[in-house]
């Protein structure tokens, strides 16, 4: 497949997604475009992106002035601290609103990035370079920023577009295969959500995907990200529609706060453990039919994905994450709301399954048989 550039294109934003092989070469030729006024820029990376991509980038950017900051992109530093530190290094340069900030690293990298980028003078150029596959597929699209705090992920934040996105798959060949697979998680939830057909590419391909075939790389990622922003579109700042995007969501976030974002389980195998509960909790509300269920499982299984939540417990219930799925942001009353799914490629309406913590406990152990 052919390099890909998607359009994000609704009343208030534009701009565009490259994907592909070797488009990061295509950056300076953007940046003139969509930012002709900047001279200053600001790359804010992942200690972890090879260096063979910042000599690149020195490369590409010579005609500008350029710093580059960069910082150990876990949960532990993804809070305010960071971003104050951030803030003060753009300050004291004297960066303009018409200067640059790109983040290039995986999603915390440009969630932070983007936090900063929202609130410097109110509003700096943004340019997302997304170098891990959960990135790609997600947190680069949708203008979603923002740090944790000590009651939850992502509690801190706001909605901010960047001018630009440049997926390029060449930063996933450095990749581990736990890496890949918190990519993963969230291009089969995408398929599960939205596309039926997807999900059967996928029962043939995710093989594929693992080996980092190009081809099959930049299909996941095209669709995944057209998945994305069909919700995004109807609903930017997430007040409807735009929440079934957080399917499995309500759970892995509270199995992420429980373990205090330990290294123990990643965002993407959260992901895969809360899919589950979702799916159980469809099952036990009588929305979705154990055989839907069955299909998702056997991916699971056939591409050794075998996390559940009880690999991560030593409980048979789910009684100890109850109180971290208070704090998720889609709760607006005593009650947790879930997106739950009908059948695969459909999920039920958001604010259409509210469960009590009370009724919550008493399914725990139902909840958790998987």
């Not at 036990?284 to 991560?312: E, G």
Request: charged share 25%; proline share 2%; aromatic share 10%.
């Amino acid at each position: 497949m052919k390099n890909q550039e998607i359009k994000f294109n609704n009343l208030k934003h534009k701009y565009s997604i490259l994907i592909g092989k070797n488009v990061l070469g295509l950056l300076p030729k953007k940046i003139k475009l969509i930012c002709p006024e900047t001279k200053k820029i600001a790359i804010i990376i992942d200690k972890n992106v090879p260096n063979k991509f910042i000599k690149t980038l020195k490369n590409k950017l010579k005609g500008y002035k350029l710093i580059i900051v960069s910082f150990s992109a876990n949960e532990k530093f993804k809070c305010l601290k960071t971003v104050n530190l951030l803030l003060d290094k753009l300050l004291s340069n004297n960066f303009n609103r018409s200067d640059l900030v790109i983040s290039v690293g995986g999603g915390i990298t440009g969630d932070v990035t983007g936090f900063v980028a929202s609130i410097f003078k109110r509003g700096i150029n943004f340019i997302n370079i997304p170098t891990t596959l959960l990135a790609q597929v997600d947190s680069s699209i949708g203008g979603k920023t923002g740090v944790n705090s000590n009651y939850g992920k992502n509690l801190i934040g706001s909605f901010y577009q960047p001018k630009l996105v440049i997926s390029d798959t060449s930063f996933l060949d450095s990749l581990t295969r736990k890496e890949m697979i918190c990519g993963y998680a969230e291009v089969l939830k995408h398929s599960i959500i939205k596309d039926q057909k997807f999900f059967q590419w996928l029962k043939n391909n995710t093989k594929y995907i693992f080996l980092k075939k190009p081809e099959a790389l930049i299909y996941a990622i095209k669709k995944s990200c057209e998945i994305k922003m069909y919700f995004v579109n109807k609903d930017v700042n997430e007040k409807n529609i735009r929440m079934i995007l957080n399917f499995g969501h309500t759970f892995a976030h509270a199995i992420e706060v429980k373990h205090n974002y330990s290294k123990k389980i990643t965002h993407g195998e959260a992901v895969l453990s809360g899919m589950i509960l979702a799916l159980r909790v469809s099952i036990l509300k009588k929305i979705c039919n154990k055989k839907t269920v069955d299909k998702i499982v056997k991916i699971y299984d056939d591409n050794n994905l075998s996390y559940t939540y009880k690999k991560y417990s030593n409980s048979n219930s789910i009684n100890d994450i109850i109180p971290f799925l208070k704090n998720d942001k889609k709760n607006n009353d005593e009650k947790i709301n879930f997106i739950l799914l009908k059948k695969i490629g459909k999920t039920s309406a958001p604010n259409k399954n509210k469960i009590s913590i009370n009724n919550l406990k008493k399914l725990s152990k139902f909840i958790a048989q998987y």
